[in-house]
């Protein structure tokens, strides 16, 4: 049948019809809000490219954080800017570390909340890059031994998730290694399989003090132009134990986002990175764009493309837009 028996607009045609019959939908459950926690006390510094994101001391971080809870979101992923760096990160696995302390007061005054640590160096390295140096190149084995350290720290903080990042070969490999063999074999592992060098990662690396101090990220992250790659990359990973897989930055890559959706079981995650939101917000400021619509609009795809779960600076707001 065709027009004009068929009128496609019958079903469009009141907000109640709209929402019965919605395909893709966008809950508090789908979003994850990430923080930037830094030492000292009652810090709240404002990220300039990056409206309404602070670099958040730990008091102020739980403050936020059940702000959070209390809109629904149910997880957390914790970025750290320590007051100390040098060649290896190394106050990454430290004890009384930014992220360990962030992660133990969470547990402590927002338990309901699911805790996620991102797990690389670039914040921790006085370089900026995801591990150590040899000859002017991440050394990718050794780069291995000291992820192992980290995430048995953060485990042993009280993490519920480790997120590598840092796309060295074999990382969950190891990653999985070590917490089986430290008897946290409970606690999954969210991987940056496919995790691109991406132009949308500025802002970030002012929120995160991560801007590498020479060269860049191109001979560790994936080149923007392949797709196969993408595959391959999150096939390994799936062999090597990751229990969920991530595409960042999200927006540009929504074809890869449903391309492993249709090859994998297991849960999708889709990074709406800082790039994404100063493009949006500065669009609004300048009122080019309405704010909210646009902002819905832009999750909404990523959930459309197949994201089970999105990280997203907006999570918390969003949130509350949702209730």
């Known amino acids: 049948m065709d027009f004009p028996a068929v009128r496609m607009r019958r ?16 809950r508090p459950d789908h979003l994850i809000q990430p923080f930037f926690a830094v030492p000292g006390q009652n810090v709240r510094k404002a990220v ?3 409206p309404g994101v602070f ?8 403050t936020e954080a059940k702000k959070t809870r209390d809109v ?3 997880a957390v992923i914790l970025f750290g800017i320590p007051d100390r760096k040098d060649p290896e990160g190394s106050s990454s696995w430290n004890e009384q570390g930014i992220v360990q302390k962030a992660v133990r007061a969470l547990k402590k005054n927002v338990p309901e ?6 797990v690389c160096f ?40 480790l997120a590598p990042s840092g796309m060295m070969d074999g990382m969950v490999g190891t990653i999985r290694e070590a917490l089986d063999e430290a008897e946290f074999e409970h606690l999954p592992i969210l991987s940056y399989a496919v995790k691109f060098s991406s132009a949308y990662y500025g802002p970030f690396r002012e929120a995160a003090e991560s801007a590498p101090a020479f060269g860049d990220r191109r001979a ?10 993408a595959l391959r990359e999150a096939a390994l990973d799936v062999s090597e134990g990751a229990d969920m897989l991530m595409v960042k930055p999200a927006l540009a890559y929504l074809d890869l986002i449903r391309d492993l959706r249709e090859h994998f079981e297991h849960p999708i995650a889709a990074y709406n990175v800082s790039g994404e939101m100063a493009m949006v917000e ?41 209730k």
Request: aromatic share 6%; net charge negative.
């Open 55 to 62: 670099q958040l001391s730990v008091d102020q971080l739980i």
């Open 122 to 161: 670039c914040e921790y390295t006085d370089h900026g890059h995801c591990g150590v140096i040899h000859d002017g190149e991440v050394d990718n084995d050794a780069t291995l031994e000291n992820l192992a350290r980290q995430v048995i720290s953060f485990a042993e903080a009280g993490a519920d998730v």
């Open 11 to 26: 079903l469009r045609r009141t907000e109640a019809l709209r929402r019965m019959v919605r395909e893709t939908h966008l």
């Open 220 to 229: 560790y992250q994936m080149d923007p132009a392949n797709g196969r790659e």
């Open 48 to 50: 300039s490219s990056m």
């Open 282 to 322: 500065a669009a609004a400021a300048n009122g080019w764009i309405d704010r909210k619509r646009v902002i819905l609009e832009t999750l909404v795809s990523m959930r459309r493309a197949g994201a089970d779960v999105i990280l997203s600076y907006w999570a918390t707001e969003v949130a509350g837009w949702l």
């Open 113 to 118: 909340l699911c805790v996620i640590t991102d």
């Open 72 to 74: 629904g979101v149910p």
